[in-house]
């Protein structure tokens, strides 16, 4: 199973926003709506910020938002702060009892 | 406070074995399947490993099937990774995390694997 597809980085000044893509297959991201994405700050854990492609678990501001159209899932980060500053991952479910979880290759996001 | 914590990772020789802990606390650790996902230096999140409820199923990546078996223990609160045949490869932080709506909802700090000579 290949990762899905991401930018290698992405940039913005604060109070911009920044997009990022996340491509995958008719197989993972096309098959189904549990797209999810990660924010990292190195050393500290991962962080959920969206699930099921665009719902925000409790906790994570509105600035975050989440969409898909056929094999590309997106997320938005609007009204850039300091600490949006991070690596940021994907994550499909792919349905497969070989594979069944894919992650993206990761977007370091910098804010200008 | 729902919380996961790794322990157990260390310096192992290739081909050596360890065994990672994963205590949780704050949840029912019974009500939610559960997984580990590593992350190489430099290099990016890569899902390892997933266990359900009862533990009566679990699914490994390619990369580790047939080294690498997971376990779980309900009533202590506890889930286990034991690491047999390791390689360079597997040298990483590995995380566990707790699966809610086939998203990885809360996760542990990481315990770091070296394998080296």
């Known amino acids: 199973q290949s990762a899905l597809t991401q930018p290698p980085s992405a940039s913005g000044s604060p109070g911009q926003s920044v997009t990022i893509s996340c491509t995958g297959t008719s197989s993972d991201v096309g098959a189904y709506n549990y797209v999810s994405w990660y924010q990292h700050h190195p050393g500290k854990a991962p962080k959920l910020m969206i699930y099921e492609v665009s719902k925000r678990p409790s906790g994570v501001p509105d600035r975050f938002s989440g969409s898909k159209s056929g094999n590309t899932a997106s997320l938005t980060v609007s009204g850039l702060q300091a600490e949006d500053e991070a690596d940021y991952y994907c994550n499909s479910y792919a349905g497969s009892n070989n594979f069944p979880y894919v992650f993206g290759t990761g977007t370091k996001v910098t804010v200008l | 406070e729902v919380q996961l914590v790794e322990s157990g990772g260390g310096l192992v020789q290739p081909g050596g074995s360890l065994r990672l802990s994963c205590e949780a606390s704050?949840?029912?650790?019974?009500?939610?399947?559960m997984h580990w996902v590593r992350q190489a230096p430099g290099k990016g999140l890569v899902w390892v490993s997933f266990?359900?409820?009862?533990?009566?199923?679990?699914i490994y990546a390619d990369s580790v099937k047939g080294r690498f078996t997971l376990s779980r223990d309900n009533a202590k609160n506890m889930v286990y990774l034991q690491m047999d045949s390791l390689r360079a490869e597997d040298t990483a932080v590995y995380y566990c995390?707790?699966?809610?709506?086939?998203?990885?909802?809360?996760w542990g700090q990481g315990t770091m694997v070296s394998v080296s000579s």
């Open positions: 266990i359900n409820n009862d533990g009566s199923r679990t």
């Open positions: 995390v707790r699966d809610d709506k086939l998203s990885f909802d809360v």
């Open positions: 704050g949840f029912t650790l019974i009500n939610h399947w």
